[in-house]
């Protein structure tokens, strides 16, 4: 883990929601596995108190390549972020994915959980690895680089909820759909809670393994502050864990939702 002020190179704004950055920093990108995260300070004053979790989206040349949804002040101030900057940050942070060893492989994608599974996706394909990815979004206007990820090789089906994009309806629906034809070795999964339950729940009936992303609110990122627990339960007992040093990614079926 290194605490270091890097240099912006690339600022992109792939669309009104969702930006992309990549930041000079070798030290980190050398050690980071698909899954691990940054912990950015953004902003001034206020907003630099609170660092905010990215997820690493590619390493690429010994760069960071971070995606994240503008959601508030600290992300629409990193957003802001031109070539030439300097950003504080902390990383590679967390425990990432661990790779398979034989596909097929499945990713299920909700909203920004693109981004962690982004940088699995890469790593699998570079084992020739076959895999499918299961993207979700509201809307069209809530996907970014499909084209991107196509061009990687990579066959990606897409859900909307208003049928803008893909098929109508939750990407857990087309998933489920897409498990009558074939069964997959692994499933890799990170978006919101109700979607990865309905994946989690969907691998224990195949009895295949299932490992997922949590999305939680970090404060220090390190596991001090206990302030992004959530309930797992292993060897018979419940236990509480940090997501941002325990995880983010847990075995599905380690994870307790129902809590």
Known sequence: ????????????????????????????????????????????????LMRRPISVYQVKDKTLVLLFQIKGEGTKWLSRRRPGDFVDLIGPLGQGFTLPEKGPVWAVAGGIGIAPLCFL????????????????????????LIEEIKNWGVDIRIATEDGSAGVRGFVTELFEKSLYASKPEAIYACGPESMLKTVVNLA??????????????????????????????????????????????????EVVFDE
């Open 1 to 48: 883990m290194k605490d270091l002020i890097a240099q912006v190179t690339v600022s992109e704004m792939l669309n009104k929601d969702f930006a992309r950055i990549t930041i000079d920093a070798p030290e980190i990108a050398e050690t980071c596995k698909p899954g691990q995260f940054v912990h950015i300070r953004c902003g001034q004053g206020v907003y630099s």
């Open 121 to 144: 996706v890469q790593e699998i394909r570079q084992k020739n690895i076959p895999l499918v990815m299961f993207f979700g979004a509201r809307s069209k206007d809530s996907l970014c």
């Open 204 to 253: 224990k009936d195949l009895g295949v393994e299932s490992q997922v992303s949590l999305e939680e609110r970090m404060a220090c990122g390190l596991g001090a502050c206990r302030g992004c627990v959530t309930m797992i339960q292993r060897n018979g007992k419940l236990i509480y864990e940090n997501v941002c040093s325990s995880g983010p990614v847990f075995l599905g079926r």
